[in-house]
């Protein structure tokens, strides 16, 4: 609620407000916003519900440093990032 | 940090969960509130972190994703007590620490002077101290404008001063007035003449008539220039005669034991001082004296010097001794008589060579110095003009 609340503020279009938003830093830190759950975890793979699709991350040292009110932030060395339908 | 700080406050769990999905634990803990952070994937475990709340109801979701939670340690404020609750002593002496920093953080730890050139330190810290900028004091109670103000008007050498409070640290910033430049008057008629005598070496005339030559002897007193110009027709005027002339000058004195006082020192006392923000503590007694010295030697910081030393008194009385010394004594004083004599004609004069002979005296060691300097020997000497009113 408090995401779309703050998209409409945004004025972000009606069009991506179900859209998840991935912010990555390097090959280090990814931020997901509109992460709905986990899909798969192991030791190098992560792969998330974002919606209509899943993000799949693939990498080493990888922890979840939170994940709280649809809000993932991951944190690792990346090797590979895809969606999957 | 700020979430660091409040978990460690609020306290947190570390655990290791095993056996099961770890994928539906995770999202089985979000959808019941229980927050966890840090989480991570190791040989098939999953650690990660929850707060005291959350590790709680954490059981019921474990068991609901078939896995086995165990918890491997227990972080934060009220633990740490609880670990260390036997050793109260630590407690007290950090609290006691704590309080002793705190108040002595409202005193005055150390007084600097920056931007002095001539001025001394000590006569500024002094002339400070007297309106109460001084080490010990608490912070609070010091008027810096007041009393840079007032070292101002006392000291008038000062163009301008600033106390500086920086903490417990007094930088105290002073600048220098510049004198003005004295006022060459070349108004004057005048002549310059030896002021000693010698033998030219050269001249170099600025204004007037050059009236000796390099290589020619002079007696104090002589014309070197000319102020007074003749002109073709037979006239003269006066003006402002100038120049160097430099001259090979003889310097001879005597010296002798009988030119220094002798003193001998009696009631000779040294103390120590302990110094303690401002306090000073002496540890033993001294009378009133009639020489009186200390030696400061305090604690130092990388920047600052700290309010903790030592100050070491020295304090003498002395009297006049007339005994006869031992000739290596005598010897000592006259050579030391001649340094101090070597300096002060150093100061305007290039020495070429000296030497320095022993003369047998009946009474006493005698010395005899003498050097050849060159130096500076052109002395103005102003022209007296009568005016007259009749021109004819």
Request: charged residues 25%; glycine residues 8%; aromatic residues 8%.
């Amino acid at each position: 609620m408090a995401r779309k609340k703050k998209e409409r503020k945004l004025q972000i279009p009606e069009l991506y407000l179900n859209e998840a938003k991935i912010e990555m830093l390097g090959n280090r830190e990814i931020i997901i916003d509109g992460c709905i759950g986990v899909i798969e975890y192991d030791e190098n793979t992560i792969k998330l519900n974002i919606g209509d699709l899943a993000l799949c991350l693939v990498g080493t040292d990888m922890v979840i440093e939170s994940f709280d009110s649809g809000v993932a932030i991951i944190r690792g060395r990346f090797a590979e990032i895809s969606f999957v339908s | 940090m700020i979430i660091q700080f409040l978990r460690y406050l609020f306290g947190y769990i570390n655990f290791r969960a095993f056996g099961g999905f770890a994928d539906r634990f995770i999202n089985l803990c979000t959808k019941e509130g229980i927050p966890l952070w840090n989480v991570k994937h190791i040989n098939g475990n999953i650690t990660a972190s929850t707060t005291v709340g959350g590790y709680l109801s954490i059981r019921p979701v474990a068991r609901k994703s078939g896995m086995r939670v165990i918890s491997t340690d227990k972080i934060g404020l009220k633990y740490f007590l609880k670990k260390h609750k036997s050793r109260v002593g630590i407690l007290i002496g950090v609290i006691i620490l704590s309080v002793i920093i705190a108040i002595l953080s409202q005193f005055v730890w150390s007084v600097s002077v920056v931007g002095n050139t001539t001025l001394d330190d000590d006569l500024l810290l002094s002339a400070f101290e007297k309106y109460g900028v001084k080490v010990g004091v608490p912070v609070s109670s010091i008027d810096n404008d007041e009393a840079a103000t007032l070292v101002m008007s006392d000291i008038e050498k000062l163009s301008w001063a600033s106390v500086n409070i920086k903490g417990s640290v007094i930088v105290i910033e002073v600048r220098e007035k510049t004198d003005a430049p004295e006022i060459y008057d070349a108004s004057k008629p005048t002549n310059v003449v030896a002021g000693e005598d010698g033998v030219i070496l050269s001249v170099d005339v600025l204004y007037g008539n050059e009236e000796i030559k390099p290589g020619s002897a002079v007696t104090k007193g002589d014309l070197l220039i000319s102020g007074v110009i003749t002109h073709k027709d037979g006239g003269e005027k006066t003006i402002h005669a100038d120049g160097y002339v430099k001259a090979l000058v003889k310097k001879q004195k005597n010296f002798s034991s009988s030119d220094i006082s002798l003193y001998k020192i009696n009631n000779e006392k040294i103390r120590k001082v302990i110094f303690f923000f401002g306090i000073k503590i002496p540890l033993g007694f001294m009378g009133e004296s009639e020489f009186f010295t200390e030696h400061k030697s305090f604690a130092q910081s990388e920047k600052n010097l700290l309010p903790l030393g030592i100050i070491t008194q020295y304090s003498a009385d002395f009297s006049e001794e007339k005994t006869v010394v031992d000739v290596t004594t005598e010897e000592k004083i006259a050579l030391f008589s001649n340094a101090l004599y070597v300096r002060e004609i150093l100061e305007y004069s290039e020495v070429r060579n000296s030497s320095v002979k022993k003369v047998e005296n009946q009474n006493e060691m005698q010395y005899s110095f003498s050097a050849q300097c060159e130096q500076e020997i052109g002395v103005l000497q102003e022209i007296y003009v009568e005016k007259t009113d009749d021109i004819q």
